[in-house]
């Protein structure tokens, strides 16, 4: 498991060719809320680019949708303005066989979690 702080890198993951990634958000899903997401956030978007096609913008306390990938990439960023901390995420991400290339699943590859917990609101 990797914790991380804000600012977090853009970080582009991907799966062996052949696979998908899928995106499953776990136990919390606590950042600072806002109308259009402006404070703290979890961006993230298909493809291995900060350009690629966005699947979503992510804040609040409402737990994201499953996310998979349309190919073998997923682009993540991660942003907090640091005046309001709340606990943070927790995500962990997993290969997919590509439907187009055979079926099932393979082991859990890794996990990630912001470490926000510095003055912490729930």
């Not at 600012?7 to 582009?12: A, D, T």
């Not at 899903?29 to 493809?47: A, T």
């Not at 066989?97 to 729930?122: F, I, M």
Request: with cysteine; glycine share 8%.
């Amino acid at each position: 498991m990797r914790a991380f702080s804000s600012p977090l890198p853009s970080s582009s993951f991907s799966a062996s060719p052949g696979y998908l990634l899928q995106l499953d958000f776990r136990d919390e899903f606590h950042l600072e809320p806002s109308d259009d997401c402006r404070f703290d956030y979890l961006e993230v978007r298909d493809g291995a680019h900060g350009f690629s096609k966005q699947l979503g913008l992510f804040c609040g306390h409402t737990h994201p949708p499953m996310i998979t990938s349309s190919d073998r990439f997923l682009w993540l960023r991660f942003h907090s303005d640091e005046n309001v901390e709340y606990s943070g995420f927790r995500a962990v991400y997993t290969n997919r066989v590509n439907p187009a290339e055979g079926s099932g699943w393979r082991k859990q590859l890794d996990s990630l979690e912001t470490n926000t917990k510095k003055g912490r609101k729930e």
